[in-house]
């Protein structure tokens, strides 16, 4: 015994072989053949997945049997040359010759009728019996279709044959008997029953008698090992490696596939086949069982015909083969007898490599020139593993996610919402959605193969069921996830639609996938048209349909984003003061309200297009796998080095996209510049001309830093596709040389996949530009946020009613402000101010251009913070913030809004046209809705409007800077004799700055600043 580690199965065997086989074992072998066998098996190292394997090869009456096993499993005693295994569908060449061992002896004709011995066996084809002959069942000609093996029962029951048989008495045919080759396991049952009919005993003991014993294959028997001790364990592969599995009794078909012998009995049988042993009384039949059907077309693609369970080839080579397959074991038989060469494998996994081992020895062994292994291209087992560790990962987040959710509901961060009608239709479409997607999956194994579920669990390697329990898994807990999901929303708005267009985006990239898949496959699918089209229609109207959903999701987010994230800077701008906010660059507000806020609303469309993208491609590669591991390898090396060219690339392209950022912030405060100073700027075309040349340097330079960024995307992009394309020739012309048993329609849909796939991972890779903004705007918003500082909850309305409580005084005590360095000699400063203005007084503030007033009226206001000193209403210090809440103001450089704010417009409707009438602005502004009709006033008249503005908010403090400067001599007066007076009148503070010194004995009190000191404080009053 060889004793494997860690599963080296075909290092063994090449070494083993090496040095079992010598010049003169193995005819025309050299040196150079060993080594080329050496070299090639080792590329099957850990794929073959069989935990025992014997091995017996005959060269001219040299016999070697090896015994593999692997330490790996836990075997037993199952690795010896009497290890006992099943040899599968091999089995059939015992039951074909005991059947031509009844003809020799006159009890069975070929060319009877089937009923003749099994008269209640009638089928039909196209509605009408057939004459079935025995020869048919024996070259497989009946027309009973291959995948009726899934209709033979499990059962141990001592009459379990003939009722196995009798289950296909009247089945339609799928051709006219003995007009076409169709192998169908259910043939050699058949045969098994007349073997029991014509000779009166059970097809196991004539099996024993008549050949097994004069073979003298003494530990060889039917369905029922002789020494269970020796029986071998059966596994079937699952997840990238066998799994112990016990397969059921299927003793209705034992003729077919469970003749269980060991590798001692099998070089027996090997002998006698290729005529080295003659002395049994078998061998007259050798030559008749390997006729093959000559009244039928050979298979095309193997060369072969079939003779009495035997495959004959027709290349020339004289090769007579078979191979078996069970649930859990493999065999492989292949021999010359002309040669006197042979090679049989018997193994206790259903692995694809116990042909294909085999075969590549019996090549040596017949001396071919460089001989390749068989292509392995059976790949379920790994589609459907990847395919279940991806559903895995689905169902794990989808878990997740219900978790969160109720988590959310004992947090009390999820509230419990009844079902409405909307919410119902969602849960019905839902469920409807779902239904034809279930019953898909229910028709899987009769769509592809024509199985029961039964028997597709059996067949299929052990990842199949957990795929297919994942994906039922996945889908019912994601209508849970959606159900859950609307009884307890989010309180987060975004999250409330976010669980329902990642699942959709997740369905449309695995629907996106199928539709290639399934257009691939039709070009050789068995599956029947109807079922292409039914899983087509499903995939094509889940990808439409998840497409439109998320789309208009999608649509509606972005834009929600949007409009959220600009009300939040905004309220982050509106809780900040006027102080911090003065200091920051207009063009740089634009930029982030405008250009910055939407970049980030397209970041959930980003999100989840790379979402349907990189599932599309996951669920291809795993795919191109299964077809091609080597070109997949390559493949994804090819799109890892593209990624990792584009990461470096999108580094020195940040640094471009980052000064394009920077240039906007510098169009829009020239834009800003050019409204507010288009005045100027008309006066002199020279000066606009310059202006105009700003911009555009700008807006140059903006395009410059942008189109670098992209050229270098742009070359990454061709150089990537490029390699793509190089890939692609490469499979294309250079696969076919390297691998020429690579089936033409196996590069076809490498191809044709790598081709579709092309779009996705472009997507992918056009996408980096659009994240790398996305980085910067982000960065950029944050940026700003922590330059605006709040200094005050704009929601907190706690005191938003002061205003309209009466003042009696404002104080200022020791009050001073400076403003902050910017780099002059000296920095302005005001103060200090002592001061103070009672309920009922008018104070003027006076004093030249350039002396502080505008400053101090800030300061007054809580527009800026003194530095030192405080300021208090009715003796109580009141913070900057708060001041403001007290006033109601009319600055020099007056904003007009089109809208009365703040205002109960209808409970003051006939106060306000009183003020229109009395300001003359009757003619020239309507009021409707508590907007203004028009704002495209005079100076004068807009100063007007804003005075009664003021009025209407009747705070208990008014300030008006130069409000009387530009009207008229007789509105003039009127402002200082009338509307201050009455103002007074009404017990109001009244704080004026005004440079009409005829209306100085107006004032209560008169304040003079010069360069921002107090030069005087004055008072009129007499107390």
Not at 655 to 680: I, P, V
Request: glycine letters at 6%; hydrophobic letters at 40%; one cysteine or more.
């Amino acid at each position: 015994m060889i004793d494997l580690k860690k599963n080296k199965l075909v290092i063994i065997l090449i070494f083993s072989l090496m040095f079992t086989f010598n010049a003169s074992e193995i005819k025309n072998s050299t040196q150079s053949v060993l080594s080329s066998l050496q070299n090639e098996l080792q590329e099957l190292e850990n794929k073959s997945d069989i935990p025992d394997l014997n091995l017996i090869v005959i060269d001219e009456g040299n016999i070697k049997i090896k015994n593999y096993s692997d330490s790996n499993f836990n075997n037993g005693n199952s690795d010896t040359s009497k290890t006992l295994f099943e040899i599968g569908s091999t089995s059939k060449a015992f039951t074909a010759l005991a059947l031509l061992k009844l003809e020799s002896e006159a009890k069975v004709n070929l060319n009877d009728p089937i009923s003749k011995y099994l008269p209640w066996f009638k089928p039909t084809f196209v509605g009408s019996e057939q004459e079935l002959l025995v020869k048919h069942a024996l070259h497989h000609t009946i027309g009973i279709a291959w995948n009726t093996i899934s209709d033979i029962p499990k059962t141990d029951s001592p009459m379990a044959l003939e009722e196995t048989v009798k289950l296909f008495s009247n089945i339609k045919l799928k051709h006219k008997p003995g007009t076409q080759f169709e192998y169908a396991t259910i043939n050699y049952d058949i045969l098994g029953l007349i073997i029991e009919k014509v000779s009166g005993l059970s097809y196991e003991k004539y099996m024993e008698e008549n050949i097994f014993l004069p073979l003298r294959m003494n530990d060889t028997s039917i369905g029922i090992p002789k020494s269970k001790d020796l029986m071998a364990k059966g596994y079937k592969i699952g997840f990238f490696a066998p799994r112990e599995y016990d397969a059921p009794v299927y003793k209705g078909n034992w003729p077919a596939g469970y003749v269980i012998t060991n590798a001692e009995d099998m070089s027996k049988w090997l002998q006698f086949q290729m005529g080295i042993s003659r002395d049994s009384i078998l061998t007259p039949l050798l030559k008749l069982s390997r006729q093959r059907d000559e009244t039928v077309a050979p298979d095309q693609y193997s060369m072969t015909s079939y003779a009495a369970g035997w495959l004959i080839s027709l290349k020339g080579d004289g090769k007579i083969t078979h191979g078996g397959l069970n649930p859990n074991f493999t065999s492989y038989i292949a021999f010359n007898p002309e040669k006197k060469i042979g090679v049989a494998v018997l193994a206790n996994s259903n692995s694809e490599y116990t042909d294909i081992i085999g075969d590549y020895i019996f090549q040596v062994l017949s001396g071919v020139e460089n001989p390749k292994p068989k292509v392995a291209l059976n790949k379920d087992d790994t589609t459907y593993s990847l395919f279940s560790i991806l559903l895995g990962v689905v169902t794990l987040s989808i878990l997740f996610y219900i978790v969160t959710v109720i988590l959310g509901v004992y947090r009390k961060k999820r509230q419990y919402e009844a079902l409405n009608l909307k919410k119902a239709i969602i849960i019905c479409s839902g469920i409807i959605f779902v239904i034809p997607i279930l019953y898909g999956i229910y028709l899987i194994p009769h769509a592809v193969a024509g199985f029961s579920w039964q028997s597709a669990i059996v067949w299929s390697p052990v990842s199949f069921s957990v795929f297919i329990i994942l994906l039922i898994t996945s889908i019912g807990l994601a209508l849970i996830a959606l159900f859950l999901s609307l009884i307890f929303p989010s309180k987060k708005k975004y999250l409330k639609s976010m669980p329902l267009v990642i699942v959709l985006s997740l369905l449309s990239g695995l629907a996106n996938s199928a539709v290639i898949f399934l257009i691939i496959n039709s070009v050789a699918s068995n599956v029947e048209f109807k079922y292409m089209v039914y899983y087509f229609i499903i995939a094509v109207g889940i990808y439409i349909f998840g497409r439109k959903i998320i789309e208009t999701k999608l649509l509606k987010l972005t834009y929600n984003i949007i409009a959220d994230i600009r009300i939040d800077l905004i309220e982050k701008i509106f809780s900040t003061s006027y102080q911090k906010f003065e200091n920051i660059d207009r063009g740089k507000v634009y930029a982030t309200l405008n250009n910055d806020t939407a970049v980030l609303g397209g970041s959930a469309n980003l999100i989840v297009t790379l979402i349907t993208s990189v599932i599309t491609v996951l669920c291809i590669f795993i795919y191109l796998g299964s077809i091609s591991f080597i070109a997949t390898v390559l493949s994804l090396l090819v799109i890892g080095s593209v990624a990792t060219l584009y990461y470096f690339i999108s580094k020195q392209a940040e640094k471009y996209f980052n000064e394009a950022r920077e240039t906007q912030n510098t169009y829009m405060s020239l834009l800003d510049g050019m409204l507010e100073g288009f005045k100027e700027l008309c006066i002199n075309r020279f000066k606009k001309k310059e202006y105009k040349k700003d911009i555009e340097s700008t807006v140059e330079l903006f395009k410059s830093n942008n189109s670098i960024a992209g050229i270098k995307f742009i070359n990454t992009f061709l150089i990537g596709e490029s390699l793509l394309v190089v890939i692609l020739g490469f499979v294309a012309f250079g696969f076919p040389k390297l691998f020429p048993d690579v089936q033409d329609v196996v590069l076809m849909s490498f191809l044709m996949v790598f081709l579709y796939m092309i779009g996705p991972i472009n997507g992918i890779l056009n996408s980096i530009p659009g994240v790398i903004q996305l980085k910067i705007s982000w960065e950029r918003i944050q940026e700003f946020v922590k330059g605006v500082p709040a200094t005050h909850d704009l929601l907190d309305v706690s005191n938003s009613n002061m205003n309209t409580k009466k003042v009696n005084s404002i104080k200022m005590e020791s009050v001073e402000y400076q403003y902050p360095d910017q780099g002059e000699h000296e920095r302005f400063k005001v103060g200090v101010i002592d001061l103070e203005v009672k309920s009922g007084e008018i104070l003027f503030i006076v004093g030249g251009n350039g002396s502080g007033k505008t400053t101090l009226a800030n300061i007054i206001t809580g527009l800026y913070k003194p530095d030192k000193g405080v300021i208090k209403i009715d003796d109580v210090e009141v913070g900057n913030a708060d001041l403001g809440e007290h006033f109601s103001v009319v600055f020099s450089e007056n904003n007009l809004f089109g809208k009365l704010y703040n205002i109960d417009t209808d409970k003051n409707e006939d106060l306000i046209k009183e003020y229109f009438k009395k300001f003359y602005l009757e003619e020239k502004v309507k009021l409707s809705n508590g907007a203004f009709s028009t704002t495209k006033l005079s100076n004068g008249q807009r100063k007007r409007l804003a005075l009664i503005k003021c009025f209407l908010e009747n705070s208990p403090i008014y300030l008006f800077d130069e409000v009387a400067a530009d009207q008229d001599p007789d509105f003039k007066r009127y402002f200082y004799k009338d509307l201050l007076q009455q103002m007074k009148k009404e017990g109001k503070i009244i704080i004026a700055i005004t440079h009409d010194d005829h209306y100085f004995d107006v004032a209560d009190k008169i304040l003079k600043l010069d360069e921002g000191k107090v030069e005087f404080i004055k008072t009129n009053r007499k107390d």
